[in-house]
């Protein structure tokens, strides 16, 4: 696409996930799969601190795929959890963290968790690896761009994209975005892809059943069905990324207020 590339996977076993029901009514009515009571019991997991535990991801996208979730079942929000994903970054090298909204990629929306995946298909670090901290220009998707050797520091920058966020956009729960952070050298890169819609409208069609999160924005997009495998175009991610990230004008006026602060 252009000047980067976008790695397509067909992940049949990824079908359930693309296709969830995340409305309010529709996960009240399933058991969580996040809750360890209700985990395979070949699913131990390895404690990280009191609060979170990982897990190898049954359904893996990407290698050595994993899910960290909080062992209290609360809803996901990243409010308050900026730097527990930061130190999970720093303690998984060769990894990284991302984070799905609840209006926006999880499909446990009512289970505070995180992800984590193999950086070894990671398009995105490529694709802005000389690119300093701001937003590619003729990137199809909005994403904004933080490095940091500083925890507190890249912590507050990004609390303060998504007040801005928060004002601008005016979502309901909290701004809808999808979060990846790595650790490399000391320094932490985030990028924050605020989002206007869950899924396209070929989704809703039945052109396409893609429904992007963190890793489709991170250039690692998931098409379940062999048909939409086959059938996907460059012209079509280009099209889907415009549609679920912000429209220019109003990224534009965010990353001028963000900059402004800052």
């Keep these: ?33 996040l809750c360890g009571s209700n985990m395979p019991a070949a699913e131990e997991g390895a404690s990280f601190d009191d609060h979170l535990i990982i897990y190898c991801n049954p359904f893996p996208v990407i290698e050595r795929h994993l899910t960290i979730a909080h062992r209290e079942h609360r809803p996901q929000r990243i409010a308050g959890q900026l730097e527990n994903m930061l130190r999970l970054a720093a303690a998984l090298p060769g990894y990284f963290v991302f984070y799905n909204g609840p209006e926006c990629g ?49 912590a507050s920058r990004l609390n303060e994209a998504l007040d801005l966020l928060g004002k601008s956009t005016s979502f309901g729960i909290e701004p809808m ?9 000391g320094r932490w890169t985030a990028y924050l892809f605020p989002r206007s819609k869950h899924r396209p409208r070929a989704y809703y069609t039945g052109e396409l059943t893609v429904s992007p999160a963190a890793l489709d924005m991170c250039g690692v997009f998931v098409t379940p069905r062999p048909r939409d495998f086959e059938a996907i175009t460059a012209a079509d991610l280009e099209a889907i990324y415009r549609e679920v990230t912000l429209p220019d004008d109003q990224f534009r006026r965010v990353a001028d207020a963000l900059e402004s602060r800052l």
Excluded at 1 to 23: E, K, N
Excluded at 113 to 131: K, M, V, Y
């Design 1 to 33: 696409m252009g000047w980067f590339d976008v790695y397509l996977r067909l992940i049949p076993h990824r079908l359930a996930s693309s296709t969830a029901a995340t409305d309010t009514d529709s996960v009240a009515k399933r058991p969580c799969f």
């Design 106 to 154: 999880a499909s446990a929306p009512d289970h505070l968790h995180f992800q984590a995946g193999s950086r070894g298909l990671f398009p995105i670090e490529r694709d802005t690896a000389n690119l300093p901290n701001a937003a590619p220009a003729s990137y199809a998707r909005k994403v904004f761009i933080f490095r940091d050797r500083d925890e507190s520091s890249i």
């Design 177 to 185: 975005i999808n979060l990846s952070v790595y650790y490399d050298a």
